[in-house]
């Protein structure tokens, strides 16, 4: 291993480090404009033109707070817990390829930190992690709403998370590899496999509401039941790194569901395009439409948190054991019959 | 149970039907009716830029206010403190000097007049008792400050700005 991929890793890492850490912090902006713009409001416009600078304010504000730690909590693990959910939120980033290889000074550098053939299933590791920072957050506060919610957040993660790998399944019939870049590379031009599974495409989706807890799927911080959850008791920048961590794992879903089935970088005419804008600037030109999708998906996030109030528990637990699962079954074995019927004639 | 009203109706609830425990159509109606709030014109007036237009009976800040030569009309008669309900208005009268005819109508003028902005009620009382037409409550709304004295307008504040010298 030459020392010059080594630089060229860490460059990247450090790149999609810092973005995926702006994509959050202006998430929260971005949430309070939508949220504001659909309900006939201004939102904030105070800090900064637009009120721009609007997450430096709150980012300022969450490290000036005092940090309170409750004295029965079990300390450690109370600090544990929010470091748990913003490295979760994190280390998704790193199988996701954000490119096309490019081409800089004779150099071909695969914009992808790293292709593990299981890229899959390393996404679905990381994503099932993720409870673990809710899960010890409150069980540590010593509270319990905070521990009511843990518990909550755990049963409807494990629930939501059958449906989602059963509609992963399907998608893999599909594609017949699980390294993501392959399955990119698979959706070439407008190829895409949102068109082979439309029904895998929303149960992932709405799997992946129930797994970034967003609303309608939100019963873990459920102010009204809840006070707020498993943050309940936390104060100072660890309340800001679960605020954080939900938006960070937000942006990593969004790209998720990018990359398996709306083909990622892809975009239609792109061979004409990488013709004429050459080596170096089609793969970033490709990272661009990557992204303007991400934020379509964000951006439909936040849409559907100000429009779907939240679901009941019983019809929580209905809907992911009920309907969805059948429901992803269902599609597993009209795809493999279809598949099947393919290959046969 | 005899009903009360003819207004009563009975409302049965049924069982939802297959495309509505789908969820999703019910859904996109949703999400139609907020996107199409997304593009509407917002309500908010952004508020110490931009204000919105009083009604032309708005009672806002109190004004001592000046007669055609400039001198202020008030003359300390004390109506105004008297008919305050809210016992805002405090006010020293004295006696005007030779000199100081350019300043005062009458005789007698106000040396102190002060109103408690917290205790006023904007009722506009101390104006229909004013019978000099010295006093209106014409101004802009009052405006937030931190302490209580800061509360206390006096003369600098509620006087009139002097007529231009021609």
């Keep these: ?43 904030p416009d105070r800090a900064g033109p637009f009120g721009i600078l609007q997450p430096l304010a709150d980012g300022v504000k969450m490290f000036m707070k005092e940090e309170i730690v409750p004295a029965n909590s079990s300390k450690w693990l109370f600090m544990v817990g929010p470091g748990l959910a913003m490295l979760t939120a994190c280390i998704g980033t790193a199988v996701i390829p954000w490119g096309s290889p490019i081409t800089i000074g004779g150099r071909v550098i695969p914009l992808q930190v790293t292709d593990i053939n299981v890229g899959i299933l390393y996404i679905f590791g990381v994503v099932s992690l993720g409870v673990y920072g809710v899960m010890i957050g409150g069980w540590a506060s010593n509270n319990k709403y905070s521990l ?44 895409w496999n949102v068109w082979y599974q439309p029904v895998g495409f929303i149960l992932f989706m709405v799997c992946a509401f129930a797994e970034t807890n967003r609303a309608p799927f939100d019963l873990p911080e459920c102010e009204t039941e809840l006070i707020g959850g498993y943050h309940t008791e936390y104060s100072s920048m660890k309340l800001g790194f679960y605020l954080f961590a939900e938006y960070i794992n937000m942006f990593v879903s969004s790209a998720v569901m990018a990359t398996l089935y709306f083909g990622g970088y892809n975009y239609p005419g792109m061979d004409s395009m990488a013709v004429w804008l050459g080596p170096t600037w089609a793969p ?62 | 149970m005899e009903p009360l009203t003819s207004k009563k109706k009975v409302l049965e609830q049924k069982p939802l039907t297959f495309a509505e425990r789908m969820y999703l159509p019910a859904i996109m109606k949703g999400m139609s009716i907020t996107i199409s709030h997304f593009f509407k ?95 209106y409550l014409d101004g802009p709304i009052v405006p937030a400050d931190y302490l209580r004295k800061d509360f206390i307008y006096g003369k600098d504040k509620l006087v009139e700005a002097p007529l231009e010298k021609k």
């Design chain 1, 148 to 191: 009511l919610s843990a518990i909550r957040a755990a049963s409807q993660n494990i629930s939501y998370e059958i449906a989602m790998g059963l509609s992963i399944i399907a998608l893999l019939l599909v594609t017949g590899t699980m390294s993501l870049k392959e399955i990119t590379e698979q959706q070439h031009g407008f190829n």
């Design chain 2, 41 to 135: 014109k917002e309500a908010t007036i952004r508020y110490p830029e931009v204000e919105r237009e009083f009604s032309t009976n708005f009672r806002g800040m109190h004004s001592l206010k000046r007669d055609e030569d400039g001198r202020e009309r008030c003359t300390a008669c004390g109506l105004c403190a008297l008919s305050c309900p809210a016992e805002a208005i405090t006010m020293i009268a004295a006696e005007r000097k030779p000199e100081e005819k350019e300043l005062y109508r009458e005789e007698k003028y106000a040396a102190v007049y002060e109103i408690n902005m917290l205790r006023c009620i904007f009722c506009g009382l101390c104006e229909e008792a004013c019978p000099k037409e010295a006093i």
């Design chain 1, 284 to 345: 970033l030109f490709g990272t661009a439409v990557f992204f303007f999708k991400i934020f379509a998906f964000i951006f439909f996030f936040m849409w559907v948190r100000w429009t779907i109030p939240r679901f009941r528990y019983d019809q929580l637990m209905h809907l992911g054991w009920k309907m969805l699962i059948p429901l992803a079954i269902a599609n597993i074995i009209v795809t493999g019959l279809v598949i099947a019927y393919i290959e046969k004639f």
């Design chain 1, 1 to 43: 291993m030459d020392i010059s991929f080594v630089i060229e890793k860490f460059i990247l890492v450090a790149i999609i480090f810092g973005i995926s850490l702006l994509i959050a912090m202006y998430s929260t902006y971005a949430e309070r404009k939508v949220a504001a713009f659909l309900q006939d409001r201004l939102g």
